[in-house]
């Protein structure tokens, strides 16, 4: 019993995991083709956001 639990939160984990890794390349997509969010403070992006955007 004790190893079908590990295995499913195991298994959770990795789904999670890479739900997030998933929302956050998305996030990043969507601010390297839009202006600033903020109105007095502009971070600048990494360079490897640079080949996700569109123009």
Do not use: D, G
């Not at 990043?28 to 109105?39: E, G, I, K």
């Amino acid at each position: 019993m004790k190893a079908i639990l590990k295995k499913f939160i195991s298994n959770a984990n990795i789904k999670m995991l890479s739900s997030f890794a998933t929302f956050a390349l998305v996030i990043t997509t969507v601010a390297s083709n839009q202006r600033c969010w903020y109105v007095l403070h502009e971070e600048k992006l990494p360079e490897n956001a640079k080949k996700l955007r569109k123009f």
